[in-house]
């Protein structure tokens, strides 16, 4: 690096300085990551901007890659089939007796969700204009209505089959099957922290309780939902018995939630497929342009070692995996905050990897913590994204409701914890149905 133009620390200052007085002016944040990358290239001489253009097309050359646009549409095919109302109608069964009935079926209708769309931000959009304003009618405060739609929608990043899950995969190289057994356990014990809270403020604020459901109405939920359910047993369960990669298994709960909403339920005409399709294709254009200069943005980190450098200093603190595991929750935390999940898993998972590797920390157990911490950035401002789409849904805010989803929040950081200090809460399932993923 001895030639080059600018020294690890100047291409650093440049590279954020420009990228955040970007974000400061509203430009969004995957034009600020491309733009922020040009002044480097123009004044390094041995680059030039058409690195810009490579580097994007090089990251969009991956196979990988394609199973973001197949699950978006996979969860937009559901919703036109009304798959939705069969799983709340099943949601309702199980837990509408619980104290907070309908917030009770919000988060189970997430969990489920989650299994099905892997976008934390299409099961806010759905669940809040399902949710919100029916929560309202029935007494609940529009505030908690807001925090819980919002909070529970983060699951489907971590529940199988997750998005966030693909990239990371794709970009770091890790078993994308591993991933998704990883992040059961985590996901659901997420989901019961957020049903716990509920619980609670139901008790203090006497919210209203649907009659329990007769064994009839359980059975004949159950029938209608579990063709809908079978979509994340699919996926998980074709990649762990090598019938698909993570692409082909995406492309298969396509064709399974087609043949569900077209055939099988009926109720997704040609007209509402078409719409499905032409939407799925808009969310994955925002999410892949993303993608594509976010990993310009971190190949000039790795260009100039930056990482290297940044890592240097921390490396010598002789932190074990417990303590670099909770730099490393720490770091995603506040980066979630300000930053989109898929850029800072391009830009800051690649560059806490070493760290971790450097430690014996398992790649799988890196990623659960790096994701779920991220997670925790869709309900943060000044990001938030499933708390803007939430509030946007109510029409307040973003401050109004900012209250109790930190209530929310509080439990979950205890999942993080637990993660963090357990790493087999993570890892059990991994190693009992595929050992060799995991190795």
């Known amino acids: 690096m001895s030639s080059a133009l600018f020294s690890p620390s100047e291409a650093a200052l440049v590279l954020f300085g420009c990228f955040f007085l970007l974000l400061a002016i509203r430009v969004p944040v995957a034009f600020a990551l491309g733009l922020a990358s040009l002044p480097v290239l123009v004044l390094e001489p041995r680059l030039s901007p058409m690195v810009l253009f490579n580097e994007t097309f090089k990251t969009y050359n ?215 399709v032409l939407d799925s294709g808009k969310l994955s254009a925002v999410a892949l342009f993303c993608v594509g200069t976010a990993s310009v943005f971190g ?29 490393i929750a720490a770091a995603f935390l506040v980066v979630g905050c300000f930053l989109d999940a898929i850029p800072a898993i391009i830009i800051v998972g690649t560059t806490l990897q070493p760290l971790a590797q450097s430690v014996g920390m398992h790649p799988v157990h890196f990623a659960i913590v790096g994701i779920l911490a991220l997670a925790f950035g869709l309900v943060t401002p000044p990001y938030g994204m499933c708390l803007m789409i939430s509030c946007a849904v109510a029409k307040v805010p973003l401050r109004f409701a900012l209250k109790d989803t930190m209530i929310m929040v509080v439990p979950m950081l205890f999942v993080l914890l637990a993660v963090i200090v357990f790493p087999e809460i993570a890892l059990f399932l991994p190693r009992l149905f595929s050992p060799e993923m995991i190795n």
Request: aromatic share 12%; proline share 4%.
């Open 62 to 276: 991956s196979f990988i890659l394609l199973a973001v646009p197949f699950f978006l549409l996979t969860a937009n095919l559901m919703n036109a089939g009304g798959i939705t109302e069969r799983i709340m109608r099943l949601s309702r069964a199980l837990v509408g007796h619980f104290p907070g009935g309908l917030a009770q079926i919000n988060v189970l209708l997430s969990v489920f969700f989650a299994g099905i769309s892997g976008s934390a931000s299409a099961d806010a959009a759905g669940q809040g204009k399902l949710f919100i304003e029916a929560q309202v009618k029935e007494g609940y405060d529009l505030s908690f209505s807001i925090a819980v739609t919002a909070v529970s929608a983060v699951l489907a990043v971590i529940i199988p089959p997750s998005i966030l899950m693909v990239v990371w995969g794709g970009v770091i190289s890790t078993s994308i099957g591993a991933m998704y057994l990883a992040g059961i356990v985590p996901g659901l014990l997420l989901g019961l922290a957020q049903m716990a809270t509920v619980h609670a403020y139901a008790v203090r604020r006497n919210y209203p309780v649907y009659p329990r459901a007769d064994m009839a109405e359980l059975v004949k939920s159950a029938g209608v939902a579990i063709p809908a359910l079978m979509t994340p047993v699919i996926i998980v369960g074709g990649i762990l018995l090598g019938w698909f990669t993570a692409t082909e298994s995406a492309a298969a709960a396509v064709l399974y939630a087609a043949g569900l909403s077209l055939f099988f339920y009926r109720e997704m005409g040609f007209k509402q497929f078409i719409a499905a």
């Open 299 to 327: 190949w000039l980190l790795a260009y100039y070692q930056i990482p290297k450098a940044l890592l240097s200093n921390v490396q010598t603190w002789g932190m074990g995996v417990i303590g670099v595991g909770l730099f």
